[in-house]
């Protein structure tokens, strides 16, 4: 006869999913109304008790969901709400527009080229075009990337805050710290100190794109540089994957000129500033503050 302890992962997981659905019914009834409304209309459009429906709305407020109007007492859709809608909306822009912009540049380099968003584990592949000169490697949709090892990885290190990535990037400087084998140096070079990660930075700023040569595979480099939104915040890495021969040979800058090119153009249809009338570029965030510069600056 089983144990209780056997049995509870799966209640436990039942409970869990029957109570985001019962939850999704309070957020549902706030979102189709046309603005706040006072709880026992949201309890009604929720099917359930005020005394539930108040439960499920005090975590909401609590998480940004949700909040409620001090005066009225009503309860509307919260900043998170707005936040999430806002970043669908985004990643479906950007997806759908890099969908052109990946197949023109597949066909101007020869190189596969793929498009990837942040997750919480890192960046992650969500559109591709296989090249003619990609050899015996491809990539697949939904692949996550090394964020300091690899060159869409070092793209989102740079252009990301720093809070966005450091739980993925202490994870993969103890794990690099760990494996000391022959095999995993050959690869590409180990990224294990915060001075490893600043020039790391420094250089991709400078360029305005990364590069790194046998970091997913022996024999193949990428090339990766950011896309930016309306409010000059980096939404996805677009790269080109190739021979190391090819794309670190003669191929490199033209390719560059092209992978950088095809990005500004996405960034543009997403709103960012465009080029300027010497074709300098204006889509640069700014670097992050540096206390030694600062100081400097302000004693002039």
Same mark, same amino acid.
């Given at each position: 006869?089983?144990?209780?302890?056997?049995?509870?992962?799966?209640?436990? /997981?039942?409970?869990?999913?029957?109570?985001?659905?019962?939850?999704?019914?309070?957020?549902?009834?706030?979102?189709?109304?046309?603005?706040?409304?006072?709880? +026992?209309?949201?309890?009604?459009?929720?099917?359930? !008790?005020?005394?539930?429906?108040?439960?499920?709305?005090?975590?909401?407020?609590?998480? =940004?969901?949700?909040?409620?109007? !001090?005066?009225?007492?009503?309860? =509307?859709?919260?900043?998170?709400? #707005?936040? $999430? =809608?806002?970043?669908?909306?985004?990643?479906?822009?950007?997806?759908?527009?890099?969908?052109?912009?990946?197949?023109?540049?597949? +066909?101007?380099?020869?190189?596969?080229?793929?498009?990837?968003?942040?997750?919480?584990?890192?960046?992650? #592949?969500?559109?591709?075009?296989?090249?003619?000169?990609?050899?015996?490697?491809?990539?697949?949709?939904?692949?996550?990337? !090394?964020?300091?090892?690899?060159? %869409?990885?070092?793209?989102?290190? %740079?252009?990301?805050?720093?809070?966005?990535?450091?739980?993925?990037?202490?994870?993969?400087?103890?794990?690099?710290?760990?494996?000391?084998?022959?095999?995993?140096?050959? $690869?590409?070079?180990?990224?294990?100190? /915060?001075?490893?990660?600043?020039?790391?930075?420094? %250089?991709?700023?400078?360029? =305005?794109?990364?590069?790194?040569?046998?970091?997913?595979?022996?024999?193949?480099?990428?090339?990766? /540089?950011?896309?930016?939104?309306?409010?000059?915040?980096?939404?996805? /890495?677009?790269?080109?994957?190739?021979?190391?021969?090819?794309?670190?040979?003669?191929?490199?800058?033209?390719?560059?000129?092209?992978?950088?090119?095809?990005?500004?153009?996405?960034?543009?249809?997403?709103?960012?500033?465009?080029?300027?009338?010497?074709?300098?570029?204006?889509?640069?965030?700014?670097?992050?503050?540096?206390?030694? +510069?600062?100081?400097?600056?302000?004693?002039?």
């Amino acid at each position: 006869m089983p144990s209780d302890k056997t049995k509870a992962p799966v209640e436990w /997981t039942q409970r869990r999913i029957q109570s985001i659905e019962v939850g999704f019914q309070v957020i549902r009834a706030m979102e189709a109304a046309n603005g706040p409304l006072p709880l +026992r209309d949201i309890a009604a459009a929720a099917g359930m !008790p005020p005394s539930k429906a108040h439960l499920y709305l005090v975590s909401f407020v609590k998480e =940004g969901v949700a909040f409620q109007d !001090p005066v009225t007492g009503h309860y =509307g859709l919260g900043r998170f709400a #707005i936040q $999430l =809608g806002l970043s669908a909306i985004r990643q479906l822009d950007v997806v759908e527009f890099a969908r052109e912009e990946l197949a023109a540049l597949q +066909r101007t380099a020869g190189f596969a080229t793929y498009l990837s968003l942040w997750g919480d584990r890192g960046p992650g #592949i969500v559109s591709k075009v296989d090249g003619e000169r990609q050899g015996s490697l491809a990539v697949r949709l939904g692949y996550v990337l !090394p964020l300091l090892t690899s060159a %869409t990885g070092q793209v989102f290190l %740079t252009y990301l805050d720093e809070s966005e990535t450091m739980a993925v990037r202490q994870d993969e400087i103890a794990a690099a710290k760990r494996d000391s084998s022959d095999d995993a140096a050959s $690869l590409s070079p180990r990224v294990t100190s /915060t001075k490893d990660i600043q020039k790391i930075i420094e %250089t991709v700023r400078h360029q =305005g794109y990364a590069m790194t040569v046998n970091s997913i595979n022996s024999s193949f480099a990428a090339i990766a /540089t950011p896309v930016f939104d309306y409010s000059g915040r980096i939404v996805a /890495t677009m790269t080109v994957l190739g021979s190391d021969k090819q794309l670190a040979g003669p191929r490199k800058k033209p390719t560059i000129d092209a992978l950088m090119a095809a990005a500004h153009r996405l960034s543009e249809r997403l709103g960012a500033p465009g080029r300027g009338a010497k074709g300098e570029d204006k889509i640069k965030p700014p670097a992050p503050p540096k206390p030694t +510069r600062a100081k400097s600056s302000a004693g002039r």
